[in-house]
């Protein structure tokens, strides 16, 4: 087997076409085996499950590197669909809500999926932008948060959504987790309000955050429309999340503008620094 036709790559993984009909996703060298591991058990499952997810044929090993053979989705992101079609933004605010709504209601009950609030707490633990002490407070405000056994996707955004016509396949499982849903919707607040483009000029991400604010009151508005959540449910989960975001690899800009948010965010929980 040649692999020569490379048709995406991201920061953990290349995507070359196998045939007409199948993809291989292609990890990095040194990229953990239980990770990669992780993401074809859960995109398996899931898939079975019937949601809306690209089926995991089987795991790979080409010129050293691990990979997943995947069904081949036609189709392109939600993001480009937002960026060449702007005036429809209410309708995929819309429809990523009710994707990730949909999603949200199955139950995981295997015992070898990471917790959310693990995942959380291990991130934080990585992080060497706050102090010590405040990231113990914030690890033990996290763990009385509540506890859940629903799927979380732990990455879900627009440019995870791939979209043809009305058929919309969600990817990239390498995160997911298990756990409280709100938790997950908190992590995608975090992701359209404060993400940085690196390779984009500070008006160009002036207006990306202008757009993605307003991507994101709608899909807030009906994620509790769906779901009869609070919205001080879900921004219980931020504080958290924003602190594991911290151990990324994020430009700058992100990192401070999140460390600002957290220190606000620590106040207002009546967490002592």
Same mark, same amino acid.
């Given at each position: 087997m040649t692999l020569t036709n490379l048709i995406g790559q991201g920061r953990t993984a290349q995507v070359y076409e196998l045939d007409a009909h199948k993809i291989i996703k292609l990890f990095y060298h040194g990229y953990p085996q239980h990770a990669i591991e992780n993401e074809y058990h859960i995109s398996k499952m899931l898939y079975n499950s019937g949601l809306p997810v690209a089926n995991a044929h089987n795991l790979? /090993?080409?010129?050293?590197?691990l990979g997943i053979v995947y069904d081949r989705i036609q189709g392109v992101t939600m993001l480009k669909n937002i960026y060449?079609?702007?005036?429809?933004?209410r309708q995929y605010a819309k429809k990523l809500a009710e994707l990730h709504h949909h999603i949200h209601q199955e139950t995981i009950m295997d015992s070898e999926i990471d917790s959310y609030k693990n995942k959380l707490i291990t991130d934080m633990q990585?992080?060497? *932008? *706050?102090d010590t002490y405040t990231i113990d407070k914030i690890i033990a405000y996290t763990q009385a948060l509540p506890e859940g056994n629903k799927i979380c996707h732990g990455d879900f955004h627009p440019d995870n959504i791939l979209c043809n016509n009305d058929k919309h396949v969600v990817i990239d499982w390498m995160t997911a987790t298990k756990g409280n849903p709100l938790g997950d919707v908190a992590r /995608?607040?975090? *992701? *359209?309000e404060y993400v940085v483009f690196p390779h984009m000029s500070r008006i160009s991400n002036y207006m990306v955050h202008v757009f993605g604010k307003i991507l994101l009151n709608h899909y807030i508005k009906t994620y509790i429309q769906r779901s009869g959540v609070k919205i001080e449910d879900i921004h219980q989960w931020k504080l958290p999340v924003a602190a594991a975001r911290l151990s990324e690899d994020l430009p700058k800009e992100e990192n401070d503008t999140l460390i600002r948010f957290i220190q606000k965010e620590i106040k207002k929980c009546k967490i002592k620094e």
């Open positions: 790979i /090993t080409y010129q050293a590197r060449s079609k702007p005036w429809r933004y990585k992080i060497d *932008l *706050l /995608t607040i975090i *992701l *359209l």
